[in-house]
């Protein structure tokens, strides 16, 4: 069981928006920023959002962030095929003085 | 630019030992905070453990704590993972990441992984 809640599948069609969601509680997400990551299939972990909603170079404004109280959300707008990945959140969590991730999320493109 | 290639992956018995290595290029390796993150088959990803920028800080998490040990070499760019007392469920690919400037930065940018098998 993660301490990062995400929902494991969302799917949408292409051009579509959608949204991951990444709940968590005060000592993570409530006091610490969120990233997230995109991991394409057989491939390593990519950074997607860090500080809750900034993008690393590279990343195309389709992809945002934002966080509300002890959630965490990931939009991506005009999904494309490529976009099919798992998606994962990320945080320090300050009671265990460790890193703790949500379980994932599937994306599929339909 | 920016690299970090695993190393020291492969199969190891129940109780067995194995050391994981980092070797890191294109950015100043002593003022990021280092990680090790992994993911078994099928799985999520699940952090290992991080130190900090001088060495002087380690943090791991419980399901490692006391069996692994993170250290880092800040003349020769690398990062290891020391795994003493493996387990089945150690058996994952490891991923060594680049942080932050302190322990709460994200993970910047990842290697390709190392898969460590655990099997009798």
């Known amino acids: 069981q993660s301490v990062l809640t995400q929902p494991p599948s969302v799917s949408a069609a292409p051009g579509q928006m959608v949204t991951i969601s990444c709940s968590g509680s005060s000592s993570n997400i409530g006091n610490n920023y969120v990233s997230w990551y995109q991991q394409l299939p057989g491939t390593a972990p990519k950074l997607l959002i860090y500080?809750?909603?900034k993008r690393p170079s590279g990343i195309p404004d389709r992809f945002s962030g934002s966080k509300s109280g002890t959630s965490a959300t990931l939009g991506i707008t005009g999904l494309q095929t490529g976009d099919e990945a798992d998606y994962y959140c990320?945080?320090?969590?300050?009671?265990?003085?460790?890193?703790?991730f949500g379980g994932g999320t599937k994306l599929t493109v339909l | 630019q920016v690299q970090l290639v695993e190393s020291g992956g492969g199969v190891v018995q129940p109780g067995g030992s194995l050391r994981l290595s980092c070797a890191a290029s294109g950015f100043i390796f002593n003022t990021y905070v280092m990680h090790w993150v992994r993911q078994a088959p099928g799985k999520g990803l699940e952090w290992v453990a991080l130190?900090?920028?001088?060495?002087?800080?380690?943090y791991y998490g419980d399901s490692v704590k006391g069996r692994f040990t993170i250290s880092r070499d800040n003349f020769k760019n690398t990062l290891d993972l020391q795994m003493n007392s493996l387990r089945a469920d150690d058996m994952a690919v490891y991923y060594c990441a680049k942080g932050g400037a302190t322990i709460k930065g994200p993970f910047h940018i990842w290697g390709q992984g190392t898969m460590v098998t655990v099997s009798s």
């Open positions: 990320g945080t320090w969590d300050s009671s265990l003085s460790a890193w703790v």
């Open positions: 500080e809750n909603n």
């Open positions: 130190i900090v920028s001088d060495g002087s800080n380690r």
